[in-house]
């Protein structure tokens, strides 16, 4: 299958909207506002099995990602290039993580460092940690779980949120195609890293998971009908080795009100209750972008009430959203975060995504992050213990 290289600006100069206008019935960029959201106080969701983490009945979770902080930034970059550099000269899998055992063995304790960091500055402006930290930079399940950075986080009481890559942006000839997933080519990579998650999860307790997110967004190479079956596929390994006690499963369509109507139904993609715990709305607000620079509460109505009328069972979560870094980005947060709570309230978790990348910065800046810890003063938002 070919990968389609493209970033989230540049297929909406490519996707047709007829498609996705059809779906939802509405062919125009003007996004009403919410007026009478699905609202059930309390919402309650049922218990999920095992170890997996759980919906709050009253609050929404709080977690956060983000890059590097401090004097980490420039050598884990620089670490990151290495690896690009070793993975080239690699003619198979096997190979790449021979080439790259050493340089993970030397990234680890910067990125443990790194986590301190966080959970440190976090504390020092929230008053608590978050209840989450995102795990995404360097996981892939063609790697060995990542251990010793998931244990960094657990050791400060924070569940980690762990995206595990099928693909390799850089470097896409060690893309994990969808076929060679579910013909069973990669079960090797992919039943080591679920014992990982198995070992894990015995000594810190469950953790969110997901893999191939937006599936409904053409920006992926996953947007596929090999989609659900691979998701499956990856799902059973996990069944088979006895990590899903622990791993809750996050499924993650984008929201198409978000995508300047170009996000298609996310239902053809949904892999069916038994293999979702939690399903999380995905929805970034960008400047300069037209299409994209929106408030929260116009990004996610009509998926978020879609969602509540066909997975009723289902806690939702705001697995990842953000507003480009600039002067209005602390105004827009404390508006989200009343939306969260006051319109959508069966969002049960809220996952800030501060990222430097998909042609805008989410990163949170000093004025934004202060605004946070005066927001996170409400217990509505569940922090870490």
């Known amino acids: 299958m070919k990968s389609l290289n493209?970033?989230?600006?540049?297929?909406l100069k490519t996707v047709g909207l007829a498609a996705a206008a059809a779906t939802f019935g509405c062919a125009t960029t003007d996004v009403p506002r919410i007026s009478q959201p699905l609202k059930a106080e309390p919402i309650v969701y049922p218990h999920l099995p095992g170890n997996k983490i759980q919906p709050p009945e009253n609050g929404c979770l709080i977690g956060l990602q983000r890059m590097y902080v401090g004097t980490n930034n420039a050598a884990a970059l620089t670490l990151g290039r290495e690896f690009d550099n070793l993975a080239d000269l690699a003619k198979d899998y096997d190979e790449m993580q021979k080439f790259q055992e050493p340089l993970l063995r030397k990234s680890e304790p910067l990125w443990v460092q790194n986590i301190k960091n966080l959970m440190k500055e976090y504390t020092s402006i929230?008053?608590?940690?978050?209840?989450?930290?995102?795990?995404?930079?360097?996981?892939?399940?063609?790697?060995?779980?990542?251990?010793?950075?998931?244990?960094?986080?657990?050791?400060?009481?924070v569940v980690p949120y762990i995206h595990a890559h099928v693909d390799a942006p850089t470097n896409p000839k060690f893309n994990m195609r969808l076929e060679?997933?579910?013909?069973?080519?990669?079960?090797?990579?992919?039943?080591?890293?679920?014992?990982?998650?198995?070992?894990?999860?015995?000594?810190?307790?469950?953790?969110?998971l997901y893999t191939m997110p937006e599936p409904n967004g053409n920006w992926f190479y996953w947007n596929s009908s090999k989609f659900v079956p691979a998701w499956r596929y990856i799902w059973q390994i996990f069944e088979d080795q006895g990590a899903n006690q622990y791993a809750t499963w996050v499924w993650k369509p984008y929201c198409f009100e978000a995508s300047g109507n170009a996000a298609l139904d996310p239902e053809p993609f949904y892999p069916g209750d038994k293999y979702v715990d939690w399903i999380g709305l995905s929805a970034v607000s960008k400047i300069p972008f037209q299409a994209w620079n929106l408030p929260f509460d116009a990004m996610i109505p009509?998926?978020?009430?879609?969602?509540?009328?066909?997975?009723?069972?289902?806690?939702?979560?705001?697995?990842?959203?953000?507003?480009?870094?600039?002067?209005?980005?602390?105004?827009?947060l404390r508006n989200a975060y009343k939306n969260i709570k006051n319109d959508f309230p069966a969002l049960k978790a809220a996952i800030y995504w501060g990222f430097p990348g998909f042609g805008h910065d989410s990163t949170l800046n000093q004025k934004s992050l202060q605004t946070l810890g005066e927001i996170f003063k409400d217990p509505y938002w569940i922090m870490a213990k």
């Open 180 to 208: 060679d997933v579910i013909s069973g080519k990669h079960d090797k990579h992919i039943v080591g890293f679920a014992r990982g998650a198995a070992e894990f999860g015995q000594k810190h307790g469950g953790f969110f």
């Open 302 to 332: 009509r998926t978020y009430e879609r969602m509540r009328k066909d997975h009723l069972q289902k806690p939702l979560m705001q697995a990842e959203f953000g507003r480009t870094d600039n002067y209005d980005q602390p105004k827009w």
């Open 126 to 157: 929230f008053g608590k940690k978050p209840y989450s930290y995102v795990l995404s930079d360097t996981v892939r399940l063609y790697k060995p779980f990542p251990d010793t950075i998931s244990t960094a986080v657990a050791e400060e009481g």
């Open 6 to 11: 493209i970033t989230r600006r540049d297929f």
